[in-house]
């Protein structure tokens, strides 16, 4: 099953999103085949503002520990984060 990780920043937290940004890559890395997507939301201003990424797990447990390891989450740097199924029907490089 896939899972969109919909993550909302906490405001003014761009220094410390971009102090966490290595160890979040390499999380996000050491996932291999599991990490389907990932990027940044931007604001209209270009600067990051919160992150989508799409996993595979089993479960929605599976996913909301993946999410809790997330070196970014840890920081404290979501302000919120919305965990939903997701079903890739268009473009999907594995279909």
Known sequence: MLYALICTDKPKSVDLRMSV????????????DKLKAGGPFLTEEGSPCGSLV?????????????????????AGLFESVEIKQWNWILKNPEE
């Not at 940004?21 to 291999?32: E, K, S, T, W, Y």
């Not at 996993?55 to 989450?73: C, F, K, M, Q, T």
């Open 21 to 32: 940004r290595p160890d979040h890559v390499a999380f996000l890395q050491g996932l291999g």
């Open 54 to 74: 799409v996993i595979e797990a089993d479960s929605r447990l599976d996913a909301e520990a993946v999410a809790a390891e997330d070196p970014y989450a840890k």
